[in-house]
């Protein structure tokens, strides 16, 4: 069984900046894509930023400039560095990753929440 673990949310204002980590543990073999999502109250999940083991990255549009993802993959281990937050970053976000473990298996994080507000 594998298990993610997030960490890093918490309450920031305007402009400040937050690390977000996520942590896979269990009988792994290897991770192609890991990724960011977030999920705001009455709204859809949805994607943030995403990078695969090429570490070729995609963001959304909105976190462009602003958040960066990247990967240990010694560690299984993927972070989104936010920067620049604005009130309407308020979410909760999730960590995603593709696991051979050993079949091809997508597997979600618990949420980690970050609020954005002075």
């Known amino acids: 069984q594998v298990q993610l673990v997030e960490s890093g949310g918490g309450l920031v204002q305007p402009g400040g900046s937050l690390r977000l980590s996520c942590a896979a543990s269990?009988?792994?073999?290897?991770?192609?894509?890991m990724g960011w999502y977030r999920q705001a109250p009455g709204k859809q999940r949805e994607l943030v930023a995403t990078?695969?083991?090429?570490?070729?990255?995609i963001y959304a549009d909105s976190v462009k400039g602003r958040f960066t993802i990247s990967r240990d993959s010694g560690k299984n281990t993927v972070y989104l560095q936010m920067n620049s937050l604005k009130p309407e970053d308020t979410a909760v976000y999730y960590c995603?990753?593709?696991?051979?473990?050993?079949?091809?298996?997508?597997?979600w994080g618990q949420g980690t929440q970050v609020t954005v507000s002075s």
């Open positions: 995603n990753m593709v696991v051979w473990a050993p079949v091809r298996t997508n597997y």
């Open positions: 269990g009988s792994i073999l290897s991770i192609s894509d």
């Open positions: 990078v695969n083991s090429g570490d070729i990255t």
